[in-house]
């Protein structure tokens, strides 16, 4: 169910390209897309009664995300498409995104003393 909004999302998004929109460093692309997945992730978890509320809920987290990390929705398209475009740079991106979502959920190891 998070996949179908998300890619809802993105299609949406998508169809507003511009020239003018900023590159986004692949990093921190790759920083936005794991918030973005965690989001995701939350508001399927909460169970709303409806998908309308469902998607207010992730499109409000969603304009969080960006204004954290400083940029808009169709910087964020854009720069997204680019990698769809690209099978490998979107393996490398993904494979980013992987590393930092380890890292963020590796259990501290415990001391058995």
Request: hydrophobic share 35%; net charge positive; aromatic share 14%.
């Amino acid at each position: 169910m998070r996949k179908i909004y998300f890619l809802l999302c993105l299609g949406f998004f998508a169809c507003r390209e511009s020239s003018e929109s900023k590159l986004i460093e692949e990093d921190k692309l790759a920083e936005i897309l794991v918030d973005i997945h965690i989001e995701e992730s939350k508001v399927s978890n909460l169970h709303f009664g409806s998908i309308d509320s469902s998607i207010l809920a992730y499109n409000y987290q969603e304009k969080r995300i960006f204004k954290k990390y400083g940029v808009d929705s169709l910087q964020f398209a854009s720069n997204f498409d680019r990698y769809v475009q690209e099978p490998k740079d979107f393996l490398r991106l993904y494979d980013k995104v992987n590393r930092i979502m380890e890292k963020r959920f590796k259990k501290p190891e415990t001391s058995h003393r």
